[in-house]
Nanobody, 129 residues
């Protein structure tokens, strides 16, 4: 069974940094996407950043551009999200996810419903002002 396990969520002050990690139990196909999504209370989950499992590109939501960086380790078993210059509006539960094979990672970031094969359990990020 595929498992995605997030870690790294914490409480920080505005302007601080956090690095989220997502450890996977499998190595996904090169044309499969992995990414980070977040959910605010009472709101639908939204895309933050995504990447192909192979070297085909990364994608960011406008809110993440210039502040967040998505990356993978060489073994392709851990996904990271480096978050810098955090703002109180970044406070949310962050989820790691993997798409179905053949998904366009940019499209997936904007519309994940029906395209997501696996979700992690989520990790809480709280940014205080």
């Amino acid at each position: 069974q595929v498992q995605l396990v997030e870690s790294g969520g914490d409480s920080v002050q505005a302007g601080g940094s956090l690095r989220l990690s997502c450890t996977t139990s499998v190595v996904f196909h090169s044309h499969q996407c992995m990414g980070w999504f977040r959910q605010f209370p009472g709101k639908e989950r939204e895309g933050v950043a995504s990447t192909y499992f192979g070297p085909f590109g990364t994608y960011y939501a406008d809110s993440a551009k210039g502040r967040f960086t998505i990356s993978q380790d060489n073994a392709k078993t851990t996904l990271y999200l480096q978050m810098n210059s955090l703002k109180p509006e970044d406070t949310a539960t962050y989820y790691c996810a993997a798409s179905f094979q053949g998904t366009n990672c940019g499209d997936w970031l904007r519309a994940w419903n029906g395209r997501t094969a696996h979700w992690g359990q989520g990790t809480q990020v709280t940014v205080s002002s």
